[in-house]
């Protein structure tokens, strides 16, 4: 028992004792008293006494065991398995989606979210074929696919969009009953515009993959080190395919392969670097006829069924959540843009209604701050924006806390002479007196709305720097000679 239970027993032992003795005292004068009158009558008050006190004795004993307990330590079961981290990462996207009020936006994003969720479901497993140009890509492809899937030719750019198509492979029954898709890239890295932009478009598809099979034909180039590590930094689940392997002698093979394999070793494990001959050249036989050997796939298929029987769910799984982390980004990136133009509005109408106050009926600087630069209402309206729900209390408290770090920082005495001066070169000199007041009362309004906003932001924390920090930016963000002389027109034309 720790030194504080000890203490606390020990008092309550004490004080115990004292109110026991103190009672029986009482107890006794009480029956004494009540005897001399009816014997009866006091040993039923006695009975009475002693069951009350006796129950008032068992209730301190069961509350104080709930005291003296050890406290339970809170736990929530977090999701562990793939697939569940998965779903519970696209549910929360969801949720995110749903609150962007672009119907534009949030119908794109949503149709993207739903396409994740059935891929969930229907397990459907994509791979993705990526490389240089002319490195046998479509060959490959046509060789698992079974049959001419595309134009197969030396020339660079000669699949000029992706194409995907649906595959069988032997196996289990559980890689029977799930889709395969096999989609064929255009080439990275190609010369020309167009080039370009097909190497775009093969990287967004690659990002999609369960499963990338990357294509070389020759010892890995730098041009194709670095794409290649760019998609190992993705996370994606790579094969390394040493394709036309067949243009090589036996030793010179194992020796690329080696040089590959070392090269790469930090990037993927020497097992996932396969070699194949998707399409052989053409061999003359002793009398004359030509012959097209068979394609030469079968330790790269055997690796792909090995991986479908045992990680395609977690692979499918470990996609859905990149993909809907991405999704996440996106969809926080236009709540952000639209909070902040929600955001502006509120500041922008506070700004004018305090100014307009202030300028009808002029008030010392304090008073100044106190009613218009930091306005609670406006606290709690920029809450809202930011799903914060602020007490008027909390919104008082913060209001107040702001006001006194901008007077510590003479941000009021700098807005209103910075200001004066400005209107004095805007407007005549009696009409920029008035307009001094309510525009510097705007403008402090501005800059506590903005200081407000980073706040709420920031989850609610000032950041390192704390409240005088972020005031202070902020200051200095809205003295820029465009923003202010945009100010003051507005003020003129609003306050005149």
Same mark, same amino acid.
């Given at each position: 028992m720790r030194r504080p239970y000890v203490l606390l027993s020990a008092i309550a032992v004490l004080f115990f004792l004292v109110i026991l003795l103190s009672a029986a005292g009482s107890l006794a004068q009480l029956y004494g008293a %009540?005897?001399?009158?009816?014997?009866?009558?006091?040993?039923?008050?006695?009975?009475?006494?002693?069951?009350?006190?006796? /129950?008032?004795? %068992?209730?301190?004993?069961?509350? +104080?065991?709930? @005291? @003296?307990?050890? !406290?339970?330590?809170?736990?929530?079961?977090?999701?562990?398995?793939p697939d569940e981290v998965a779903a519970v990462s696209l549910q929360a996207t969801q949720q995110q989606v749903s609150q962007i009020k672009d119907e534009i936006a949030r119908q794109a994003l949503e149709v993207r979210s739903q396409a994740l969720s059935q891929r969930m479901v229907q397990q459907t497993f994509q791979i993705v074929v990526f490389g240089l140009g002319s490195t046998g890509k479509t060959a490959l492809v046509n060789a698992m696919v079974g049959e001419m899937a595309g134009e197969v030719a030396a020339t660079i750019g000669t699949t000029q969009g992706e194409k995907t198509y649906r595959i069988v492979l032997e196996g289990s029954n559980s890689i029977a009953e799930r889709d395969i898709l096999i989609t064929d890239t255009p080439g990275l890295l190609e010369a020309g515009v167009f080039g370009e932009a097909r190497a775009q478009e093969a990287k967004a598809l690659a990002a999609k993959a369960d499963l990338l099979l990357f294509v070389i034909d020759n010892d890995l180039h730098r041009a194709e080190y670095e794409?290649?590590? *760019?998609?190992?930094?993705? /996370?994606?689940?790579?094969?390394?395919? @040493?394709?036309?392997?067949?243009?090589?002698?036996?030793?010179?093979k194992e020796q690329i392969l080696q040089r590959i394999r070392e090269r790469t070793q930090h990037l993927i494990n020497p097992e996932e670097v396969i070699a194949t001959s998707a399409l052989p050249a053409t061999v003359q036989l002793a009398d004359g006829t030509w012959v097209q050997p068979d394609p030469d796939i079968a330790s790269l298929v055997d690796r792909i069924t090995t991986l479908l029987q045992q990680e395609s769910s977690a692979l499918i799984a470990s996609n859905v959540l990149l993909q809907s982390q991405q999704l996440s980004e996106a969809a926080q990136n236009l709540l952000s843009a639209q909070r902040q133009q929600q955001a502006e509005a509120i500041i922008d109408r506070y700004q004018w209604i305090g100014a307009g106050v202030l300028a009808a009926t002029p008030l010392p600087v304090v008073d100044m701050l106190a009613t218009a630069a930091v306005n609670a209402q406006m606290v709690i309206e920029l809450g809202r924006v930011y799903g914060v729900e602020v007490s008027i209390e909390e919104a008082k408290a913060l209001a107040v806390s702001l006001a !006194?770090? *901008?007077?510590?920082?003479?941000?009021?005495? /700098?807005? *209103? !002479? *910075?200001?004066?001066?400005?209107?004095?070169?805007?407007?005549?000199?009696?009409?920029?007196? !008035?307009?001094?007041?309510?525009?510097?009362?705007?403008?402090?309004?501005? %800059?506590? +709305?903005?200081?407000?906003?980073?706040?709420?932001?920031?989850?609610?924390?000032?950041?390192?720097?704390?409240?005088?920090?972020?005031?202070?930016?902020?200051?200095?963000?809205?003295?820029?000679?465009?923003f202010v002389k945009q100010f003051l027109r507005s003020a003129v034309e609003k306050l005149a």
């Open positions: %009540i005897a001399a009158i009816s014997p009866l009558l006091a040993q039923i008050a006695l009975a009475i006494v002693l069951v009350a006190l006796v /129950g008032a004795l %068992i209730v301190l004993f069961r509350f +104080g065991l709930l @005291f @003296f307990r050890p !406290k339970r330590k809170r736990t929530s079961t977090l999701p562990t398995k794409p290649l590590q *760019m998609l190992m930094g993705m /996370g994606k689940r790579s094969l390394l395919v @040493f394709n036309k392997c067949d243009r090589y002698l036996s030793a010179e !006194k770090t *901008m007077a510590g920082l003479s941000v009021a005495k /700098g807005a *209103m !002479k *910075m200001l004066a001066v400005g209107l004095q070169v805007n407007v005549a000199t009696a009409v920029a007196s !008035k307009l001094v007041q309510g525009a510097s009362a705007a403008y402090l309004t501005r %800059i506590a +709305g903005k200081s407000f906003v980073t706040y709420f932001q920031e989850n609610q924390d000032w950041g390192d720097g704390g409240i005088q920090s972020v005031v202070a930016q902020q200051y200095q963000l809205n003295r820029r000679d465009e």
